[in-house]
């Protein structure tokens, strides 16, 4: 496996170093304070634990489909992988779940793939659950293909604190925009 932080491998990066990393941080810090979008009604919306993978070069699905998405993740995780012409969208609700879904999408996909994970959060008691986030990170350290890791934004990244001490994910709904090839956030 080949993942990029920063433009370097980050081969046997922890849990633990990706979420204090500078730049993923940083990064993570702008996608949640970036306003949320509206969303059209031409879109395609990924269930939990469901996948959806889209070849956006087509000019057919260009002009019907402008986003591919996934929201009420909490403890879950919505990951998008994009190459040069496909996008893949999932809602993982399960770390069992992490490998299939991944190969899935991923044999689909030419070898540098972009990749961007939100999901999960801390609760008031810094407890949350990390297991999908784990998973995905041995899946991406045990696999064949490239990863450009473009936003990790999990775990104490996408917490926040309402005024009662407890805490609750920063970001919940994500969509992939077909038009600017990015994702960004939304409320669906």
Same mark, same amino acid.
């Given at each position: 496996?080949?993942? =990029?932080l920063n433009?370097s491998s980050?081969? #046997?990066?922890t849990?633990?170093? =990706? %979420?204090?990393? *500078?730049?993923t941080?940083?990064?993570? *810090?702008a996608? /949640?304070?970036?306003?949320?979008c509206?969303?059209?009604?031409?879109? =395609?919306?990924v269930k939990?634990?469901? %996948?959806?993978?889209v /070849?956006?070069?087509?000019?057919?699905?260009?002009?019907?489909?402008?986003?591919?998405?996934s929201?009420?993740?909490?403890?879950?995780?919505i990951?998008?992988?994009?190459?040069?012409s496909?996008?893949?969208?999932?809602?993982?609700d399960?770390?069992?779940?992490?490998?299939?879904?991944? &190969?899935?999408?991923?044999?689909?996909l030419?070898?540098?793939?972009?990749?961007?994970v939100t999901g999960?959060y +801390? &609760?008031e008691? +810094?407890?949350? &659950?990390n297991?999908?986030?784990?998973?995905?990170?041995d899946?991406l350290?045990?696999?064949?293909k490239q990863?450009? %890791?473009?936003l990790?934004n999990?775990?104490a =990244?996408n917490?926040?604190?309402d005024?009662?001490?407890?805490?609750g994910?920063?970001?919940?709904?994500v969509v992939? #925009?077909?038009?600017?090839k *990015?994702p960004?956030?939304?409320?669906i």
């Amino acid at each position: 496996m080949v993942l =990029l932080l920063n433009g370097s491998s980050a081969e #046997n990066i922890t849990l633990a170093e =990706l %979420l204090t990393d *500078n730049e993923t941080v940083r990064v993570s *810090n702008a996608f /949640n304070s970036d306003p949320p979008c509206a969303i059209s009604t031409s879109s =395609l919306y990924v269930k939990q634990g469901e %996948l959806a993978l889209v /070849n956006f070069s087509s000019p057919a699905v260009a002009s019907a489909l402008k986003w591919v998405g996934s929201g009420e993740a909490t403890t879950c995780h919505i990951v998008v992988l994009h190459d040069e012409s496909k996008v893949g969208v999932t809602h993982l609700d399960s770390p069992v779940a992490v490998a299939l879904t991944l &190969d899935t999408i991923c044999s689909q996909l030419d070898n540098a793939i972009s990749l961007y994970v939100t999901g999960g959060y +801390e &609760d008031e008691f +810094e407890d949350g &659950d990390n297991s999908i986030s784990q998973a995905l990170l041995d899946y991406l350290s045990n696999s064949d293909k490239q990863f450009k %890791l473009k936003l990790w934004n999990t775990m104490a =990244l996408n917490t926040k604190t309402d005024p009662e001490g407890r805490g609750g994910p920063i970001i919940t709904d994500v969509v992939f #925009n077909m038009t600017t090839k *990015n994702p960004t956030h939304c409320q669906i």
